[in-house]
């Protein structure tokens, strides 16, 4: 296969290790930075060229594309699918779980379980929007934020409205989330890799700290999943359209939860702490079920 993977950063870890498990299997491969593609937007003959070429002969796309350039990586990835090149994920799943509140919508839609979230636009709304995810603690997220930051527990009502009132005064979109206490600080990271998870690693966050993100100065280990733990992984990364995904539960008392749903899943923490090939399994994974044409949405919303 000649294999594209769409990386803003050939020496990140991730990037580093589907190039070398490709080559390994003796693909040709190549990093193409999003930010310096530029594309010919036509019905007969749809291109991206490259520093100064055009890229041609791909047979399949890698896409991980950062956070910060979701919106032009996915018109790239979306050229690469007008072209015919097979994507490992698709661009429309990538913008679904950028969207935080789409992708809760998604998973809401299929029944998948999920903490009791709220979303309001207007501070008038606080006092309801407690109510409806049953009131403190509770859990505030940012809409923007990663790796932990902006997410805040609020263990009153008192605290709740405060940091509420202060993040809509400073006009951050916010969602607000029943706090799973049982979860004890934990959560499990699913790899989901087409119709299967071929990985999972359990995150404990830092004594006292109930957000179990690494750069939280959470720890990763090896873990075991249960039957309906794996069921609602694969179920969440089916809802989202995504081949490649980490899904992420909180342990609950009425049974796993749904958190996030990641387009982009990191390689490191997970290979990392279960000692398994997780790149390897991608390109595998890829050399099976790659075809031309084969993009369900064509990058149709
Ligand atoms: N509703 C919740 N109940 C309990 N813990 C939570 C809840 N939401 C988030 N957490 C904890 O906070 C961490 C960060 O939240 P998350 O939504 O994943 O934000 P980010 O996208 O910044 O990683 C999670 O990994 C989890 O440990
Ligand atoms: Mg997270």
């Known amino acids: 296969m000649k294999i594209a993977v769409?990386?803003?950063?050939?020496?990140?870890?991730?990037?580093r290790r589907l190039v070398e498990e490709g080559l390994n299997r003796g693909h040709e491969v190549q990093v193409i930075d999003c930010l310096h593609c530029s594309m010919n937007i036509t019905s007969a003959d749809p291109r991206i060229s490259y520093h100064e070429e055009y890229l041609e002969g791909f047979d399949v796309v890698v896409p991980r594309i950062g956070a910060s350039v979701t919106f032009y990586g996915t018109a790239v990835l979306r050229q690469f699918e007008m072209m015919g090149v097979f994507p490992v994920n698709e661009s429309v799943a990538i913008t679904r779980a950028r969207d935080k509140l789409r992708s809760l919508q998604l998973l809401a839609r299929k029944g998948l379980g999920m903490p009791v979230t709220g979303f309001a636009n207007k501070p008038d709304n606080v006092p309801e929007l407690l109510k409806m995810v049953g009131g403190a603690p509770v859990v505030i997220k940012l809409l923007q934020g990663t790796q932990g930051i902006g997410v805040v527990l609020a263990e009153t009502r008192k605290?709740?409205?405060s940091v509420i009132e202060a993040f809509m005064g400073l006009k951050a979109?916010?969602?607000v989330?029943?706090?799973?206490?049982?979860?004890?600080g934990a959560d499990i990271r699913c790899f989901v890799l087409g119709d299967k998870v071929i990985a999972a690693m359990k995150r404990q966050g830092a004594e006292g700290e109930f957000r179990?993100?690494?750069?939280?100065?959470?720890?990763?280990s090896l873990v075991r999943i249960t039957p309906e733990e794996r069921k609602t992984a694969i179920m969440a990364a089916?809802?989202?359209?995504?081949n490649v995904a980490g899904v992420d539960l909180l342990r609950s008392s009425r049974g796993p939860l749904v958190m996030e749903v990641n387009s982009s899943p990191g390689l490191e923490g997970i290979e990392n702490a279960t000692g398994k090939n997780v790149a390897g399994m991608i390109i595998n994974w890829t050399e099976k079920n790659h075809k031309p044409w084969k993009t369900r949405t064509r990058g149709r919303g």
């Open 212 to 220: 179990s993100n690494l750069h939280r100065g959470g720890s990763a």
């Open 238 to 242: 089916k809802a989202m359209g995504l």
């Open 6 to 15: 769409l990386s803003r950063n050939r020496h990140l870890y991730s990037t």
């Open 177 to 184: 989330q029943e706090f799973i206490k049982e979860a004890g």
């Open 173 to 175: 979109d916010i969602l």
């Open 159 to 161: 605290a709740a409205e």
